[in-house]
């Protein structure tokens, strides 16, 4: 089965951390060109703000940059996020997404989604 499922979203205090983390199926995890982590917050678009890329490369968005680590398990399938010196403005829901085999790495190409797990950030 095809599929994606977050875990490890909760609430905390301006300065706290969360780790999140992405079961994925064998399938994608072996063949998607890139995989992220995209957050969606109330009345707000969905944004990219790490991205694992299947040549090693990593890219973060800059509001994210030094306070948040994307990287990746192969043996356990898993994709991560961890979260430091949360921010109240780092509030959202937070998914995990993987392309396909090919393409660029964008939002709109991300393939498969996963369900979501929320973060809470208070002050």
């Known amino acids: 089965q095809v599929q994606l499922v977050e875990s490890g979203g909760g609430s905390v205090q301006a300065g706290g951390s969360l780790r999140l983390s992405c079961a994925a199926s064998g399938y994608i995890f072996s063949t998607a060109y890139c995989m992220g982590w995209v957050r969606q917050a109330p009345g707000k678009e969905r944004e990219g703000i790490a991205t694992?890329?299947?040549?090693?490369?990593?890219s973060y968005r800059d509001s994210v940059k030094g306070r948040f680590t994307i990287s990746k398990d192969n043996a356990k399938n898993t994709l991560y996020l961890q979260m430091n010196s949360l921010k109240p403005e780092d509030t959202a829901m937070y998914y995990c997404?993987?392309?396909?085999?090919?393409?660029?790495?964008?939002?709109?190409?991300?393939?498969?989604w996963g369900q979501g797990t929320q973060v809470t950030v208070s002050s």
């Open positions: 997404a993987a392309t396909g085999s090919g393409g660029v790495c964008t939002l709109q190409n991300f393939l498969y």
């Open positions: 694992f890329y299947n040549d090693g490369r990593i």
